[in-house]
């Protein structure tokens, strides 16, 4: 048999975690890294947070799965929760971040058809972004490496420059339905959206009655230093994606929107069957538990800062590799003059260290949100130490 039974769609490195211990990784062999990738910013809480742990445990022992034709106490308190907490009225439960996004493509298409408008079906989208791998998600994006061999995709989506607040509303038109933006895009390359961009996407829909859209998948519950990185902004979303550090590690995604926008989302418009299942409901029970406990957001925040100065503290000492440091709190890039996911393999392979590359040659440091001061040391003479020694390719 020459293809693996596990299909071989992602190029797997040498890293076989087996255990997890806070902000450490363990391998077959016993080998140790300190993980500041943190399963691509979903393991918010470490590896095996006591709270999460036990939660999960407890929750398995009592009741796993039920269809959702019944009532959901379990569901209804987690959305109580994140309604109380954020912007939104209503909040729908999936296992993913692409199915969180789907369901608001879906919900913003379904508000203009309940308003007598379904001419209105396209969403304004944006260079290098990354929406997840399903085929609207990929349509969502013009990202040649995301869709290619999976035409044809689906209508319904333009693209424009991302921070490029003219170049987007000179899109708008009688079929545009709202705009679709990361508030920071990630696989991007941690690019950041300026405070004018996302105001005025935001004056734009008010004006034309269209919809704002967040995917805050990768940059939401808590990564930036605020529950949602819109709330820095001043903006107020009709509907946001969210998923990742949403339940520590547990399958977990939500789509969230106002009583408006939600509108056209009535019996039978969509569903899931795994879908704010009671187990993923106690997982995220328990993060919100942590999360909103008093400092946490301020710890992110004060991490956030630490780390962000001493990696530009660093920048100097390594000028022929490194160029700037981007992001918000600690959902951070450090750029590269080279070939990033070769450098992200030499911290890895040779130094302990588990960082995520990303596009325009970032290197993505996406630790878990309870790291400490001794932690952000660790990670900059790692890092430090993968510098001193690397020699990038001549053709990087």
Do not use: W
């Not at 992602?10 to 391998?27: H, N, Q, S, T």
């Not at 609207?136 to 990202?143: C, D, E, F, K, L």
């Not at 969230?256 to 106690?282: C, I, Q, R």
């Amino acid at each position: 048999m020459s293809m693996p039974a596990l299909m071989p769609v992602y190029p797997r490195c040498e890293v076989r975690p087996v255990r997890g211990e806070g902000v450490y990784l363990i391998g077959e062999q016993g080998e140790r890294y300190l993980d500041f990738a943190a399963g691509i910013a979903v393991n918010c809480l470490g590896h095996g947070h006591p709270h999460l742990t036990q939660a999960i445990q407890q929750q398995a022992a009592t009741l796993m799965h039920v269809s959702n034709l019944y009532g959901s106490p379990q569901g209804e308190a987690l959305a109580q929760r994140i309604v109380a907490n954020s912007f939104a009225d209503t909040v729908f439960f999936t296992n993913s971040g692409a199915e969180a996004v789907e369901c608001a493509i879906k919900t913003a298409r379904r508000y203009h058809f309940a308003n007598g408008n379904p001419q209105r079906n396209t969403l304004i989208t944006f260079n290098m972004a990354f929406h997840g791998r399903t085929l609207g998600a990929i349509s969502a994006t013009n990202q040649a490496k995301m869709r290619d061999g999976f035409e044809p995709l689906l209508p319904g989506f333009e693209y424009a420059t991302f921070n490029d607040l003219e170049g987007a509303l000179a899109l708008i038109g009688d079929h545009t339905a709202g705009f679709l933006v990361e508030p920071v895009q990630g696989e991007g390359g941690i690019r950041v959206a300026s405070q004018e961009f996302l105001q005025g996407l935001r004056k734009a829909c008010d004006e034309h009655g269209l919809l704002l859209v967040l995917d805050e998948v990768q940059c939401g519950y808590g990564r930036t230093g605020t529950l949602f990185a819109h709330e820095q902004y001043g903006v107020r979303p009709d509907i946001v994606a969210s998923a990742k550090g949403i339940a520590g590690g547990f399958p977990l995604g939500a789509c969230l929107a106002t009583e408006d926008a939600a509108k056209g989302m009535v019996f039978g418009t969509h569903g899931s069957t795994y879908g704010g299942n009671p187990l993923a409901m106690a997982a995220g029970e328990a993060v919100l538990d942590v999360m909103l406990e008093d400092g946490f957001f301020d710890n992110v925040k004060a991490m956030g800062d630490r780390l962000r100065s001493s990696l530009e503290q660093m920048i100097p000492n390594f000028d022929h590799l490194f160029e700037e440091v981007r992001g918000m709190g600690l959902m951070l890039g450090l750029k590269l003059k080279s070939d990033s996911r070769r450098f992200v393999a030499h911290c890895r392979d040779n130094h302990g260290l588990l960082l995520v590359a990303a596009g325009e040659n970032v290197v993505r440091i996406l630790p878990p949100l309870v790291i400490g001061e001794e932690h952000v040391a660790e990670a900059i003479e790692k890092l430090s130490d993968a510098a001193r020694v690397y020699v990038p390719e001549a053709d990087d």
